[in-house]
C-alpha cells in the first residue's frame, strides 16, 4: 500500500509539473491545462505510473528536472548552486529509476545551447554534474557500510544475467512500440513540431525550443543502443513530456 501511495502522489505531481513547465514556456493556461491533459492520458502514463512499479518516480524526478532548469535560466544570472541541486535531484530520482536521467540531458542541452562563455558553461557543467554524482556515492557508501555489499557489484551481476539471457538487440519491429508512446497525439505532435520550427526560424536564439530538441534526439540516439528490451512503451516514455510540450 506504501508504494501504491507513493505512486498515486508521483502520479498528480508529474501532471502538476507538465502543467507549470507549458506555463512557463508558453505563458497560456489553457495550452498548459491542455498539455496536462495529453500526457495523463497517454497509454503508458495510464497503465503503468500507478502500478507496482518505479517508472512513476522516474518520469516524476526527470519532469521536476526539466521544470528546475526552466526556472534557472528564466533568472538574469544563471547560479552554480542551483545547476548543482537540480542535478542532486535528478542523481537521486535516478537511485528509483533510471528514466529520470532525461533532467540532467534537458540541463546539460540548456547548458550547452545557452550564449554563455566558455568559462561559465564549463563550471555549469562540473557542478550539475557533481551535484548529479553525490547521491550515487552516498547510497554506495552507505551500501557498503550497513549491508557490506556494493552496487557496483550489482550493477555488473545484472548486466552479466541479461547478457546470458539475452542476445537480440534493437531490431526495427519493435518501432511499433514508438506508436504506444504518445498514440493518437502523433499528429499533434508533427503540428507542434512545424509550428517549433517556424518558431526557431524568427527567434534563432530560443534556446530553450532548441535545448527541447536537442533531448529528444539524445534519448532516441541512446536507446536502440541497448538491448531490445529497452524499446519498449513504458521505457521509450521517458521522452513524452518533451513531445507533449
Excluded at 500526457?39 to 522516474?58: E, H, M, N, R, V
Excluded at 555549469?124 to 549491508?147: E, K, N, R, T
Aim: include cysteine; glycine fraction near 6%; hydrophobic fraction near 55%.
Amino acid at each position: 500500500y506504501t508504494f501504491l501511495l507513493q505512486n498515486i502522489a508521483f502520479f498528480y505531481l508529474c501532471g502538476i509539473f507538465i502543467y507549470k513547465i507549458n506555463q512557463l514556456i508558453f505563458k497560456d493556461d489553457k495550452l498548459a491545462y491542455l498539455g496536462m491533459l495529453a500526457y495523463a492520458t497517454c497509454q503508458p502514463f495510464a497503465i503503468f505510473s500507478l502500478a507496482i512499479l518505479s517508472d512513476a518516480a522516474g518520469w516524476f524526478f526527470g519532469i521536476a528536472g526539466i521544470y528546475f532548469t526552466l526556472k534557472i535560466f528564466s533568472e538574469p544570472i544563471v547560479k552554480f548552486k542551483d545547476v548543482a541541486l537540480t542535478g542532486f535531484l535528478v542523481g537521486a530520482g535516478c537511485l528509483a529509476k533510471e528514466s529520470a536521467v532525461i533532467g540532467l540531458i534537458f540541463l546539460y542541452s540548456c547548458i550547452l545551447l545557452n550564449e554563455l562563455s566558455f568559462k561559465k558553461k564549463a563550471g555549469l557543467f562540473l557542478y550539475s554534474s557533481i551535484g548529479f554524482i553525490v547521491p550515487f556515492a552516498i547510497s554506495f557508501f552507505l551500501i557498503q557500510y550497513f549491508y557490506d555489499d556494493s552496487i557496483i557489484k550489482r550493477i555488473l551481476e545484472s548486466k552479466n544475467a541479461i547478457n546470458a539471457t539475452s542476445t537480440d538487440n534493437f531490431e526495427w519491429k519493435h518501432l511499433k512500440q514508438t506508436f504506444r508512446l504518445i498514440d493518437m497525439y502523433w499528429f499533434l505532435f508533427l503540428i507542434g513540431l512545424i509550428s517549433v520550427l517556424r518558431i526557431l526560424k524568427r527567434e534563432p536564439h530560443n534556446f530553450i525550443l532548441r535545448s527541447l530538441l536537442l533531448t529528444v534526439i539524445i534519448i532516441f540516439l541512446l536507446i536502440p543502443v541497448g538491448p531490445s528490451r529497452y524499446f519498449r512503451d513504458r521505457i521509450l516514455f521517458i521522452v513524452a513530456p518533451i513531445l507533449i510540450i
